[in-house]
Structure formats: C-alpha cells, structure tokens
C-alpha cells in the first residue's frame, strides 16, 4: 500500500481536531514532562473525563515533580482520592522522589530507565517517551490497537495477538512530530474510530482502511477476561460508627482502608440470602455479600469511624460503595 500522506493527514487532522486537555496545555519542557508523567499515571485504567478534574486539582497542589517529591504521602493520596488504584499515587511519589534525586528533575529518555521506576512499565514507558520526548513510538493502547485492527482489517487469532499488532503497528511510520503523532492516532481511537459506531466520514484514515472499504467494522477482542471471585464482608455497627481495617490481607487495595472481609466460595455466595453487590476492580469482577449483623469493636488492623468522619479519611471508592449501599442512607 503507498502511503506516503498518512502521517500528514493525521498531523493535519489532529491540529484542527485535538481536544484541549490540561496535560497538552503549552508548557515550558520540564512542565510538560511533569504533566505527561502525572496523566499518564492517572489514565491508566481511567477515563479521560473522570481525570481530567483530579488532573487540575493535583497540579495545583503540586505544580512540579520537587513540590510532589516534598510533600507528605497522605496529602498526595488525598489529594488522590476518589480516582481509585491508589498504588498508582504511592508510585508516582516514588518515581518523583527517584527523577528529583537521580535525574536532577528531568525523566530519563531509555526505555530500560523508564521501565525501572515505580509505576511505569511497558506501555507508560513508551507513552513518556513519544510525548514527553518526542521520540518515534507508538504507546499501543486500547483506541490505537482499534484503529489499527480496522485499518488493517485484523481479525483471526494470530493477527490480533499482542506480538502481531506490534509488529503491525509499524504501519503508522513516523513523522518528525512523534509527541503530536502518537497522540493524534490515540485521538482518532477515542475520538473517530468508536467501539460500537465509528465515525468514517470524519476520519484522515478512510483511503487506508480496509474495514472501511468492506464496511465490516466488528472487532475482535484478545483480551483475557476477568476472573470473577467472590467475598464476604462483614459490617460492625455501633452507634454511628463503624468497624474498618486497614488491609494487610488481599493484594488488591493493599494497606488501605476497607470493611472486615474473606474470599468465599461461589457456594456460600449463592445460597446467602444477605444483600449483594457487584464491584469491578481493574483484573477481577467481585462479587460481594454484606453481611450486616456483626457487633465486634475491636479487631487485628482496625479501628471504629464514624460516618460523618468518613469524607475526611482517603477512602478508597470500593469502601464507599459498601458503605453507601447500607440502609442507614436510604
Ligand atoms: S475509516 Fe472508519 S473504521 Fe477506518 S480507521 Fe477511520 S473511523 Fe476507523
């Protein structure tokens, strides 16, 4: 296929089209790579709209990586709160510690140096060094592995395998404006290129695309699903408060502050008649009862909280929902 105009329509497309996200705002080299580091950490496994005000607000408190390497853990998870994974905020102060103490302030441009800080593997890693740096890679994210499997016309098992779309991937050959390339294909995914309904009359690529020529836009997926499993968390009420614990127990929401639970089978989850409730985690579908008739005060890692203190703890929102699905707010 020649296709020696791709990376100008696409360039010429996201000039006219990019949206104005915080974390693109003109920014003196340093600020840029400060915000590109922030927002990639905040985007992963996050939605473009629900960071974009947790974005503003951090960047405020902590304009740069020194004001973020200083401040205390439990500002920065504070100021954190309500985006969920909160591993990522403990990460991203450790990365800000590491770059302001071994990179004098300034994020390492190998891959290798990247990937060994906190936080960041292969797909930040890549996503700080075309945006951040400038330099020729495409970050393979959920929107760009669409575009790529329509434009490509990707279907069978081998062709949709990770080792093959990023070898394909090479089919957006670069241009001199990496930063603005990578994230301009990454903007037609979420922008043009819809799971459900893509919108081909607006998009620089329909000369390209296959599945535009055949008018098949059905994608297949490679993804895993996620395991489900299922819990038992117990509520201790006494008066207005209740019993919490910070936990040391399950690798997920590690050392945070959760209700008293168990894993359990699938059994035991079927045959209790206590209400139930569904939380998604990133990896796993949990499937929770909520075992309300419990009265101890004290346990391993706990402590009692009242419920008009519970806006001032870092709560993560997997807490909040069991709380919020308790009668005392109906
Ligand atoms: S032409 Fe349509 S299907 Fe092809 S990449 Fe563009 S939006 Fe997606």
Known sequence: MNKPNIPKKILHWYDNNKRPLPWRRKNTKK?????????????QQTQVKTVIPFFNR??????????????????VL?????LGYYSRAKNLKRTANIIVTKYSGSLPKGIEKLKALPGIGEYTSRSILSIAHNKPYIPMDGNVERVLKRVLLLKNKDQISKENLIKKKTFFSNSKRSS????????????????????????????????FKKKDFVINANKKLNKTKYF?????????????????????LKNLIIFPMDEIDKEKFQLSIDKKINIKLSNMNMKIIINENNNKKTIKNG????????????????????????PHLK
């Open 31 to 43: 600020q840029h790579e400060y915000f590109t580091l922030v927002s990639e950490f905040m985007l």
């Open 303 to 326: 402590f009692l909280l009242d419920k008009s203190n519970f806006s001032k703890f870092i709560i993560p929102s997997f807490t909040k929902k069991i709380f919020n699905s308790l």
């Open 232 to 252: 038992e968390a117990r509520v201790h009420k006494h008066k207005n408060k209740y019993l919490l614990i910070k936990n040391k127990k399950f690798n997920f």
């Open 58 to 75: 951090f960047v405020k408190k902590f304009p740069n990586l020194e004001s973020l390497d200083r401040a205390d853990e439990s500002k």
């Open 78 to 82: 504070k100021y954190w709160e309500g």
């Open 180 to 211: 603005d390339y990578a994230q301009a294909i990454m903007e037609i995914g979420a922008l043009i290129c819809k799971p459900l309904v893509p919108i081909c009359t607006s998009c620089p690529l329909t000369i390209y695309c296959k599945a």
